[in-house]
């Protein structure tokens, strides 16, 4: 079948680093992608793995192991700013080419 | 180049009314998706579409739901008779191509409420 589970609440302190994992079960995909959701506001892209390891971008990275079913979004030097839902995603190769998203990580940012 | 854009932005219907939604794509993009999304959930896949061919539906109940993407004009998601459980946020994106391998650009969503 088709499944992501990520973990539904993360609370992390302004200025560290936390990471958000994604697991999914798949018979194949072309790549994993990140969205940020800020409440009430539509999801933007962040990021798109297609091999495994680790792509960074500024402030933000992400990381796919296609074997262990696993990515990870990493967020350094938080900021208040980045409390907001972050969903993972990928379109299965069998089938349409829909997108299936995961249930979100709602992330909080103390000061 | 102008986003996606949905409209309207909320909608209140009475149990019973119907619910029209708009979406129009990215120019350039002949790929729609919609979504449903329940507060502090996430986007439930509905439907997929490309200029006069509903795709997927397999998301979309079969009953009262319906969506069409015609040659000229928006998408529209169409929910007749609504109910209460039909609350929630509705959300349009759109790709330039298939093959999941395409970032989806999102609109802002259609809030409906239904008393």
């Known amino acids: 079948g088709q499944n992501i589970d990520q973990p539904t609440e993360m609370t992390a302190t302004e200025g560290a680093i936390v990471q958000i994992n994604c697991t999914y079960q798949?018979?194949?995909?072309?790549?994993l992608f990140w969205y940020q959701q800020h409440a009430g506001e539509a999801p933007t892209f962040l990021s798109y793995?297609?091999?495994?390891g680790l792509e960074e971008k500024g402030r933000f990275s992400s990381f796919l192991s296609r074997s262990k079913g696993y990515s990870y979004l990493l967020l350094k030097e938080l900021q208040m700013k980045d409390s907001a839902s972050y969903l993972c995603?990928?379109?299965?190769?069998?089938?349409?080419?829909?997108?299936?998203f995961g249930t979100g990580t709602r992330l909080k940012v103390l000061a | 180049n102008a986003g996606v854009m949905q409209n309207p932005r909320h909608l209140v219907r009475r149990r019973g009314q119907e619910a029209r939604l708009r979406c129009s794509p990215m120019?350039?993009?002949?790929?729609v998706y919609w979504y449903r999304q329940l507060p502090e959930e996430g986007l439930k896949f509905m439907v997929y579409?490309?200029?006069?061919?509903?795709?997927?539906e397999s998301g979309m109940p079969k009953e009262r739901f319906s969506a069409e993407f015609p040659k000229e004009g928006p998408s529209i998601l169409r929910i007749q008779q609504v109910v209460r459980g039909d609350s929630a946020a509705y959300f349009c994106?759109?790709?330039?191509?298939?093959?999941?391998?395409?970032?989806?650009?999102f609109g802002p969503g259609t809030r409906l409420t239904v008393t």
């Open positions: 994106a759109s790709s330039p191509s298939a093959g999941g391998i395409y970032e989806q650009y």
């Open positions: 579409l490309q200029k006069e061919n509903i795709i997927d």
């Open positions: 995603a990928y379109s299965p190769t069998s089938g349409t080419y829909k997108y299936i």
């Open positions: 798949t018979s194949g995909f072309n790549g």
């Open positions: 793995n297609v091999l495994d």
């Open positions: 120019k350039g993009h002949s790929h």
